[in-house]
């Protein structure tokens, strides 16, 4: 691992590979598809200094894996900004080591330093098998008042994220309600499941909540 500036750098050993079949990325790219609609995912020339936001990904595995490794397939970096993907903006995370920062993937596309996050959370729990990590100013703002747990304000995609998360794990209930805050990490919300309802669903309730929260207010 390596420190440049006190910023700290996330190693992708990366190896260029095909797609994978669009019918195992269907599901996955349908959730994306309403992500987009709501606003959760996507990209805005006011918002992140204009990049894109937010991603999504599924276990490959249902079950556990001798070699302890649980790889997942991934939106690929900068792909918030499409409206519709492809089976070429998708790669696998083959492996994830949170505490060298470094993740192994492959595929037709680069994933984004928020991969380390997403495995992060798969290393939580083998029943978790869907992630989605958005951006809503709605649900991080009245994070607080909704009651969802949120990180220590470390940097997104760094081993201390990755202890943040497990500590939210531990410590808050974060087991019941699925859902987490990045303090660290501007309207960075992330929500898993067993399932992509499970996940995806507890995202819009809680975006459903905190619009009711904005309204109380008005
Ligand atoms: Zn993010």
């Known amino acids: 691992m390596s420190t440049q500036e006190g910023i700290v750098k996330y190693r992708c050993d990366f190896t260029p590979g095909p797609a ?23 990209q805005d020339p006011n918002r992140y200094g204009g990049y894109g936001y937010g991603n999504i990904s599924r276990r490959l595995d249902a079950q556990v894996r001798s070699d302890g490794l649980h790889p997942f397939v ?3 970096t900068q792909t918030g900004g499409k409206a519709d993907l492809t089976a070429e903006d998708y790669v696998v995370v083959t492996a994830c080591y949170a505490q060298e920062n470094r993740l192994v993937a492959e595929g037709p596309i680069k994933p984004s330093s928020e991969a380390l996050t997403h495995g992060a959370v798969y290393a939580l729990d083998s029943q978790i098998l869907w992630v ?12 607080e008042a909704l009651g969802v747990p949120m990180t220590a304000n470390v940097p997104y995609g760094s081993p201390e994220m990755a ?10 209930d974060l087991p019941q309600k699925r859902i987490f805050g990045m303090a660290g990490h501007e309207d960075g919300i992330v929500t898993y499941g067993r399932t992509a309802e499970e996940a995806g669903f507890t995202m819009l309730t809680y ?4 619009l009711q929260c904005a309204e109380r207010r008005n």
């Open 132 to 143: 989605v990590h958005a951006h809503s100013p709605e649900i991080w703002c009245n994070a």
């Open 163 to 172: 202890a943040e998360v497990k500590r939210l794990y531990i410590e808050s």
């Open 74 to 76: 991934i939106t690929g």
């Open 207 to 210: 975006l459903v909540r905190a």
């Open 20 to 42: 994978l079949p669009f019918s195992e990325l269907s599901e996955l790219n349908a959730w994306r598809k309403l992500m987009v609609i709501t606003g959760l995912i996507g």
